[in-house]
């Protein structure tokens, strides 16, 4: 895989098994294509067969790299240590959204994204049913199907913001502060249960913003440099900047530096 051509490369991979493995299953699965990896937690069969064939294809593409995938996290924990070690490390997502996909509802997403020396350096977040894909690479900027996006400067007032927070695993303090400033925000949606959807939302200016506490690092490692590179902002509650090797809780992503702290202290001040 030449340099220059890494998004293109990585896109098509994303699409072709979107193609060929996700989407024909989509509203296909019997009851044995669903199973219980932990409590609450689903995988279905287009989960481990999209992760296969990604993870075989970006070994070939680069013989020396490491695929991190979910499902081969699921089985064995330490392949986590690889985040913030050396060379080239892939984090893939092969369904993202699967509660979604195994309930037959939209939408879900197929996402990766390249860390080089433990550095976000390319990221990719593919809506096969909406046929968007968004990719960004440092040095180069964020796209969507092509076009660059770049997010707008400035931030209307709190209650003109609309976007979403993830309230179910907050911490009750949290979540009670998130009640008290809901009235407050134009908008608080209570979320599509895609991270890679809502990534994709803040992208398209249809958000501006989203609140998780849960942050897998196949789940936000994509969208959060998306959005970095669109010159947005992906930060803890405290300030600190998103990284994937980071096992904390809780992330805040805004379309720029002005909706985050208005934001963070509408939903989260004190």
Not at 19 to 42: C, M, N, S, T
């Amino acid at each position: 895989m030449a340099d220059d051509t890494l998004l293109d490369d990585v896109g098509a991979l994303l699409q072709e098994a979107a193609d060929e493995v996700v989407v024909p299953l989509f509203r296909k699965l019997d009851a044995a294509d669903v199973a219980e990896k932990a409590p609450g937690e689903i995988v279905t069969v287009a989960d481990r067969r999209a992760e296969e064939l990604i993870s075989a294809r970006l070994r070939e593409l680069r013989p020396d790299s490491v695929v991190v995938g979910e499902e081969a996290v699921a089985d064995d924990r330490d392949l986590l240590r690889h985040l913030d070690g050396g060379g080239d490390v892939w984090l893939v997502d092969p369904v993202d959204g699967t509660s979604n996909f195994a309930a037959g509802r939209r939408p879900f997403a197929l996402m990766a994204a390249l860390l080089s020396n433990g550095e976000q350096t390319a990221a990719w977040v593919l809506d096969p049913l909406a046929g968007l894909l968004a990719t960004a690479r440092a040095g180069d900027g964020t796209y969507l199907d092509g076009q660059p996006v770049r997010l707008p400067e400035g931030a209307p007032p709190p209650e003109e913001l609309r976007g979403v927070a993830m309230t179910r695993f907050l911490p009750p303090a949290a979540r009670e502060r998130v009640s008290a400033g809901r009235s407050r925000i134009g908008e608080l949606l209570p979320g599509q249960h895609c991270a890679g959807r809502e990534y994709l939302d803040i992208l398209t200016g249809r958000q501006q913003f989203a609140l998780f506490w849960r942050t897998l690092p196949w789940d936000h490692a994509p969208g959060a440099l998306l959005v970095r590179l669109a010159g947005g902002v992906a930060r803890r509650f405290d300030g600190s900047e998103y990284h994937p090797a980071d096992e904390g809780h809780g992330l805040l992503v805004a379309a720029n530096e002005q909706v985050w702290t208005e934001v963070r202290d509408t939903l989260l001040g004190d």
